[in-house]
């Protein structure tokens, strides 16, 4: 099993350049969440997707785009790189269903980026 | 609004002894609570979960963690330490009204475990 899948792993960025991390997950879930993580600051959620079609923004999605066009992918746009976006970026997927308690999210491996 | 302490950064501890790692919450209703940890380049892994029931909870690897409604506080707890247990260790919150799985985390507590 795979699992959640985040590409690239690793990437330098000049500031203004765009990029999108990409992610995809082969378990099914409906639910999809990008977070980023700083030192000493937890994870932050920058957006989530409830299905194919339907994004929001979290708590720091300034700076951020995101489509989810099918199930499997929910892919994370940067479109003019600044040095705050320097961090680590991870995608997470779940399973959730009305009423069936709360599963625990998968996440991936992460993409360390750097933005010069 | 929902918030997740963990109060120390870092948590040192010698191979064989119990490690405890605190975390209080700050949420309206129930919560649901997570334990997630992170190896080095690595991405996180679930260890446990408190969703109702026995306020104690068994999880991966040994650890368990205590439910404590009064204190707010869900900590991790192992009666013997493994070297292999250094890690980055996460709690983190989900309200009870939310839908969507979000999740808010702490700040996270590194442990380091001494041969």
């Known amino acids: 099993n795979a699992g959640v899948t985040q590409t690239p792993k690793f990437r330098i960025l000049k500031i203004g350049q765009s990029m999108t991390l990409q992610c995809t997950q082969d378990?099914?879930?409906?639910?999809m969440y990008w977070y980023r993580q700083d030192p000493g600051m937890g994870l932050k959620l920058i957006y989530y997707?409830?299905?194919?079609?339907?994004?929001d923004k979290g708590e720091v999605p300034n700076g951020y785009n995101v489509s989810r066009s099918t199930t499997e992918d929910f892919p994370l746009r940067l479109e003019l790189a600044a040095p705050s976006q320097t961090s680590v970026y991870f995608c997470?997927?779940?399973?959730?269903?009305?009423?069936?308690?709360?599963?625990?999210?998968?996440f991936g491996q992460g993409t360390r980026l750097t933005v010069v | 609004a929902q918030s997740v302490a963990q109060p120390e950064d870092q948590v040192n501890v010698a191979e064989g002894n119990p490690l405890t790692v605190k975390c209080t919450y700050s949420?309206?209703?129930?919560?649901?609570l997570f334990w997630y940890v992170q190896y080095p380049n690595r991405g996180l892994q679930f260890l446990l979960k408190?969703?109702?029931?026995?306020?104690l909870v068994k999880g991966s690897y040994g650890f368990e963690a205590e439910f404590n409604k009064s204190q707010t506080s869900f900590h991790l707890k192992k009666p013997s330490a493994l070297v292999s247990d250094s890690a980055l260790y996460f709690c983190?919150?989900?309200?009870?009204?939310?839908?969507?799985?979000?999740?808010?985390f702490g700040a996270g507590t590194q442990v380091v475990v001494t041969p």
């Open positions: 997470a997927s779940n399973l959730l269903n009305r009423g069936q308690g709360a599963p625990e999210a998968f």
């Open positions: 378990m099914n879930h409906n639910y």
């Open positions: 997707s409830v299905g194919a079609g339907i994004t």
């Open positions: 949420v309206s209703g129930n919560p649901y």
């Open positions: 408190y969703i109702t029931g026995d306020n």
């Open positions: 983190a919150v989900r309200a009870p009204r939310d839908s969507w799985g979000k999740l808010q």
